[in-house]
């Protein structure tokens, strides 16, 4: 589902609390789509841009694609994870851990460690 919903090899997401958000401007224009039960990615309707995702178990936190931003935002990718869907002919070469699925028992948030982690499916 990432890869289609990008468009691309795999997607670049960061978690962010949700009460560290907010946005600047065109919130309006950010209509949710529940992707799977309980997660709900926003995209600009005007665009299609996706701009956030909201995950009913982890109403905390929200999933901030990486490539919408137009700043750096300071954080560089911890892990791969998804990488047994991976697109057949992307190759990571990097030396970051690889995970087949996600990480068992994850929850988003900084103190995970996975913050600004890449998703290769």
Request: aromatic letters at 10%; proline letters at 10%.
């Amino acid at each position: 589902m990432c890869r289609k919903a990008q468009g691309s090899a795999f997607r670049s997401r960061a978690s962010v609390r949700a009460a560290d958000f907010a946005g600047v401007e065109g919130e309006s224009l950010v209509t949710f789509y529940a992707s799977s039960p309980g997660n709900h990615r926003g995209f600009c309707r005007v665009c299609g841009s996706p701009i956030l995702s909201k995950f009913d178990a982890h109403p905390a936190y929200y999933g901030l694609p990486l490539g919408t931003l137009d700043e750096d935002p300071g954080v560089r990718p911890g892990l791969h994870v998804h990488v047994a869907s991976k697109a057949p002919w992307f190759t990571i070469t990097d030396d970051l851990p690889q995970l087949p699925e996600g990480p068992h028992g994850w929850k988003p948030g900084p103190s995970t460690g996975m913050t600004g982690s890449t998703t290769t499916r």
